[in-house]
């Protein structure tokens, strides 16, 4: 991110202070952390918002503009390829899709073809006895032996506790959930309505309020406005998305103001490979004990022998793309656990 840092503070001499994000680990200070916020953490980065918040309490700032989500209140707008291939205008999602895929660095063919197919073909073999056939087809391949002798594989990568997912009905729950927000949406306007009313934005707010707010700051949010959130849901979708590109709108508003460097961006920084990196180089022994000798409390929710996998395979460097994710998730609860100590209530 120095690139884009540098071309904003040189372009309006801005007095700069930053932080180094890999000098501290995600449970730097957590005792802490878990009696501010009152609950099990789940913000995975919230260690570098606390340093930032911490910093600007040392420079005596009392206010502090934050621009959290502004991609969510102006919308990306990949819905608009949705309403095209819906409508069966292809050519205009050809148009699209290509300066899309140039733009962002994403393979043209395969996705779009994967549209073509699903709002092209699909709807057509549905009304045809060809659909019928290869619904069969896979009906009598999830009945066979081969299938029935595999365990079952759930939706969700971390190894629950299987009589908690029972007592709880957690599967049932976890579709529901996965409906309400991904499941489908008539057009681009109700999928901007979903992600702006999204339960995890204000969840996100609450905890960036309360680490604020033990910083003796004051957050200012102005991409959450309400006048602002209503001007972009009310947006055609061409002002969201166009010739590819995403945020329209706001890349031709920021002319002038923003660097071309930023205002042209893709996409922005990927912040896992900083944090699978403090992970494993500050907290190993915290996540050794936790995984290998995991407390009562914890193995009510997440089984024994799926964390101890997980483990081994961060141990032995052969773990899946999920498993710095589980080891942050199962290490947060066994800490929110023993800090809350139901037991002794």
């Known amino acids: 991110e120095q690139d884009y840092i540098n071309a904003v503070v040189n372009q ?67 819905g608009y390829l949705k309403t095209l291939a819906r409508s069966g205008r292809w050519l205009k999602l050809f148009r699209e899709m290509w ?59 971390m190894p629950l506790n299987p009589h908690y997912i029972g007592r709880q009905d957690i599967e049932t729950r976890y579709w529901q959930l996965r409906q309400e927000r991904f499941g489908y949406q008539p057009s681009q306007r109700h999928e901007h309505i979903a992600d702006v009313t999204s339960g995890l934005a204000s969840s996100t707010l609450e905890i960036m309020d309360r680490t604020a707010a033990a910083c003796q700051l004051e957050l200012r949010l102005p991409f959450w406005d309400k006048r602002l959130v209503e001007f972009c849901v009310s947006l055609p979708e061409t002002q ?3 010739n590819g590109w995403t945020r329209m709108i706001i890349r031709r508003g920021m002319e002038g103001i923003l660097p071309p460097l ?31 000798n995991p407390k009562d409390e914890l193995l009510k929710f997440i089984d024994r022998e799926g964390l101890q996998l997980v483990f081994e395979r961060a141990a032995t460097a ?28």
Do not use: C
Request: charged letters at 20%; aromatic letters at 14%.
């Open 99 to 157: 300066g899309f895929a140039k733009s962002f660095h994403h393979a043209f063919w395969p996705l779009y073809w994967s549209y073509f197919y699903k709002f092209g073909v699909v709807p057509v073999l549905k009304k045809t006895k060809l659909m019928k056939l290869i619904r069969k087809f896979k009906q009598l391949r999830i009945n066979s032996a081969h299938f029935k002798a595999s365990p079952k594989k759930r939706p969700w990568p």
């Open 240 to 242: 969201k998305m166009q």
């Open 262 to 292: 930023i205002q042209w961006r893709p996409g922005k920084g990927n912040l896992g490979i900083a944090f699978d990196h403090t992970l494993y180089k500050y907290e190993t022994e915290l996540i050794r004990e936790t995984l290998l």
């Open 12 to 78: 309006y001499d801005i007095d700069n202070h930053a932080i180094q994000g890999d000098q501290f680990g995600p449970w730097t200070d957590y005792q802490q952390v878990i009696a501010q916020q009152d609950e099990p953490l789940f913000a995975s980065n919230l260690h570098l918002t606390r340093a930032l918040y911490h910093l600007a309490q040392q420079q005596s700032v009392r206010i502090l503009l934050d621009g959290f989500d502004g991609d969510v209140t102006v919308s990306h707008g990949i």
């Open 318 to 345: 052969q773990e899946l793309d999920d498993d710095a994710m589980l080891i942050w998730q199962a290490v947060n609860l066994s800490l929110w656990l023993q800090h809350v100590d139901f037991n002794s209530k």
